[in-house]
Each structure stands twice: as C-alpha cells, then as structure tokens.
C-alpha cells in the first residue's frame, strides 16, 4: 500500500495509528483490506458516510457538508486527546496535494531517537519505545 492510501478519508493518518503500527495483526488502515481491522473502523461514521464516500469523492473536504457534525466530533476528540486535527489535516490536503501532506506527517512523526514512527496516540516510537513530547 502507498503511503498516500493510509490517509483516512476524514484526514487522519492510519500511518501513525497504534493499531497500524502494532506488530500481530496490523490493521491496514481505513483505505485498505477490511480483514484484520478492529470493528470501531469497520463501523467508522466517517468511513461509511453515504455522503462523502460514495465512490465519488476520496476526502470530506470534497463534500458540501464539511464539516459534518461527526468529523467536528472526532476531530475535538483529536485535538484534545492526540494532540492533532483532522480538519485540519483535510485542509492541509486540499491545498497542498496528499503526497505533500504525507511528508509532512512523516517529518512531524519520526522519532528523533531512532527515526522509526511515533504513534500519535501513545506518542511512543514503534521501534525504540521513545516518547515524543507534545
């Protein structure tokens, strides 16, 4: 899967997600195989919103509803608990490409320590157990 694929069509990163990045089992992230994923991403609002992801658009910053009030749900939960925005990731994406966005994110989630990739929501390193600071 090409990095650009683990963007989350509501702007999160799956790349940094404790369940892409856990070794057993890794889940492939919303845009990939549905096998192995935990059920809350089977179930995810953003993921089946008949709206914005109907094979029409890759993002929620393509629907005329942005932001819908699930994505300002999930993106306070964001903010307040990881410290991270996906609207304004999804802003950061519609204008400078996905491709841009992605290696910003791999800039701002690579451990300083080891140059693994930090999971944003334990902001602990994958590979050397390293905690970020915020």
Not at 2 to 11: D, E, F, K, M, W
Request: aromatic share 6%.
């Amino acid at each position: 899967m090409r990095p650009t694929q683990l963007i989350a069509p509501c702007g999160i990163n799956c790349g940094i997600c404790s369940a892409h990045l856990r070794e057993r089992n890794p889940c492939p992230g919303c845009r990939g195989s549905d096998a192995g994923k935990p059920v809350t991403r089977l179930k995810c609002k953003m993921k089946t919103c008949g709206k914005s992801h109907n094979g029409r658009t890759k993002f929620c910053f393509q629907c005329h509803e942005l932001p819908c009030e699930s994505l300002e749900h999930l993106d306070k939960r964001y903010r307040t608990k990881y410290h991270m925005s996906p609207i304004e990731n999804l802003r950061d994406i519609k204008e400078g490409g996905v491709s841009r966005f992605v290696e910003k994110e791999r800039a701002r989630w690579r451990c300083a320590t080891c140059g693994g990739t930090v999971c944003g929501h334990t902001g602990l390193c994958a590979e050397c157990g390293e905690t970020k600071d915020f």
